[in-house]
C-alpha cells in the first residue's frame, strides 16, 4: 500500500527543467556534494546511490537506507545536476530528485520501523556556541574533510548530514534550532596507536571528533536509541539509465 501511495506522489511531482544523472570514477581524495542547491541549481558530486536517497528524504545517515551492497560502495559514485527556476523550494528539489532517481534506476522501495541506536544532536549545557551567517550569503566554498567541516549558511539539517559521515551512526536534530549558520570545525582523526609500551607518537594531539563538536560548536552528540524510519530499497539497476 505505502508503495503505490509513495510512487503515486512521485509521479505527480514536478520535474527538473534540465537534469543530469551520471556515473562517475573520481580517484581520491575526490571533492563530495551531498545536496547543495543555489539559485534554481541543485548539485551531487561523487554520491553512492544510498547519500542520492538521503537527500532526497531529508535522511543524515546511511543506517536509515537499506538495500544491495553497492548502494552504499564507493565503487558505484554519480553525479547529479538539476535545474529549475530560482524561487523553487529545497523541499520540492527533494521530490523532484525522488522522481529523478526513481526513473533513472527504476528504483523500487518500501519503508520499515527498526529499533536503532543513535545520536541526538543536543546543546551543550553553556549553551551554542554558533554563529548565524551574515545576511545575504551564500553557501559556496564549503569544506568537508578529515579533520575539517567548513560551512556557511548551513542549516542544523544540513550540518547534521555533513556529521553523520563521521559519526557512523544515525543523528537526530533535538537543538531546537532554526537559522543558518557558520560553521568551523577541527579534529585530529583518531590515529594506529603504537605497540610500543609507553610510546605516544601515535597518539592523536588536539580534540576528537566528538569532544570538537562540545568545545567549538558548544553542541553535543549524546547516544540513544529508537524507534526510526528505514527505506529498504527494493530494486535498483546499478547503471542507471542515460540523460
Same mark, same amino acid.
Given at each position: 500500500?505505502?508503495?503505490?501511495?509513495?510512487?503515486?506522489?512521485?509521479?505527480?511531482?514536478?520535474?527538473?527543467?534540465?537534469?543530469?544523472?551520471? /556515473?562517475?570514477?573520481? &580517484?581520491?581524495?575526490?571533492?563530495?556534494?551531498?545536496?547543495?542547491?543555489?539559485? +534554481?541549481?541543485?548539485?551531487?558530486?561523487?554520491?553512492?546511490?544510498?547519500?542520492?536517497?538521503?537527500?532526497?528524504?531529508?535522511?543524515?545517515?546511511?543506517?536509515?537506507?537499506?538495500?544491495?551492497?553497492?548502494?552504499?560502495?564507493?565503487?558505484?559514485?554519480?553525479?547529479?545536476? +538539476?535545474?529549475?527556476?530560482?524561487? !523553487? /523550494?529545497?523541499?520540492?528539489?527533494?521530490?523532484?530528485?525522488?522522481?529523478?532517481?526513481?526513473?533513472?534506476?527504476?528504483?523500487?522501495?518500501?519503508?520499515?520501523?527498526?529499533?536503532?541506536?543513535?545520536?541526538?544532536?543536543?546543546?551543550?549545557?553553556? +549553551?551554542?556556541?554558533?554563529?548565524?551567517? &551574515?545576511?545575504?550569503?551564500?553557501?559556496?566554498?564549503?569544506?568537508?574533510?578529515?579533520?575539517?567541516?567548513?560551512?556557511?549558511?548551513?542549516?542544523?539539517?544540513?550540518?547534521?548530514?555533513?556529521?553523520?559521515?563521521?559519526?557512523?551512526? /544515525?543523528?537526530?536534530?533535538?537543538?531546537?534550532?532554526?537559522?543558518?549558520?557558520?560553521?568551523?570545525?577541527?579534529? !585530529?582523526?583518531?590515529?594506529?596507536?603504537?605497540?610500543?609500551?609507553?610510546?605516544?607518537?601515535?597518539?592523536?594531539? +588536539?580534540?576528537?571528533?566528538?569532544?570538537?563538536?562540545?568545545?567549538?560548536?558548544?553542541?553535543?552528540?549524546?547516544?540513544?536509541?529508537? /524507534?526510526?524510519?528505514?527505506?529498504?530499497?527494493?530494486?535498483?539497476?546499478?547503471?542507471?539509465?542515460?540523460?
Amino acid at each position: 500500500m505505502w508503495i503505490a501511495v509513495a510512487l503515486a506522489s512521485t509521479a505527480m511531482a514536478q520535474t527538473f527543467d534540465v537534469a543530469s544523472l551520471k /556515473p562517475v570514477e573520481p &580517484a581520491p581524495p575526490y571533492p563530495i556534494d551531498l545536496g547543495n542547491v543555489v539559485h +534554481g541549481k541543485l548539485t551531487l558530486t561523487n554520491v553512492t546511490l544510498a547519500e542520492c536517497l538521503r537527500f532526497a528524504f531529508k535522511i543524515n545517515n546511511d543506517d536509515q537506507i537499506a538495500g544491495p551492497d553497492w548502494i552504499k560502495s564507493h565503487d558505484a559514485l554519480f553525479e547529479i545536476v +538539476g535545474k529549475a527556476p530560482p524561487e !523553487t /523550494p529545497r523541499d520540492q528539489f527533494r521530490l523532484m530528485t525522488r522522481k529523478l532517481l526513481t526513473e533513472r534506476f527504476q528504483l523500487t522501495l518500501h519503508h520499515e520501523q527498526r529499533e536503532l541506536a543513535f545520536l541526538a544532536l543536543v546543546p551543550d549545557k553553556k +549553551g551554542s556556541k554558533l554563529q548565524e551567517a &551574515a545576511p545575504g550569503t551564500d553557501a559556496a566554498g564549503s569544506t568537508v574533510r578529515q579533520g575539517q567541516i567548513v560551512l556557511h549558511r548551513a542549516s542544523i539539517t544540513a550540518l547534521i548530514v555533513i556529521l553523520g559521515r563521521f559519526t557512523g551512526r /544515525p543523528i537526530v536534530d533535538m537543538t531546537g534550532m532554526k537559522g543558518a549558520y557558520d560553521v568551523k570545525l577541527e579534529w !585530529t582523526p583518531l590515529k594506529k596507536v603504537s605497540a610500543i609500551p609507553g610510546d605516544a607518537g601515535d597518539l592523536p594531539e +588536539g580534540p576528537t571528533f566528538f569532544e570538537a563538536v562540545q568545545e567549538q560548536l558548544g553542541l553535543k552528540l549524546e547516544t540513544r536509541k529508537g /524507534p526510526m524510519d528505514v527505506i529498504v530499497v527494493d530494486h535498483a539497476e546499478k547503471k542507471p539509465l542515460p540523460n
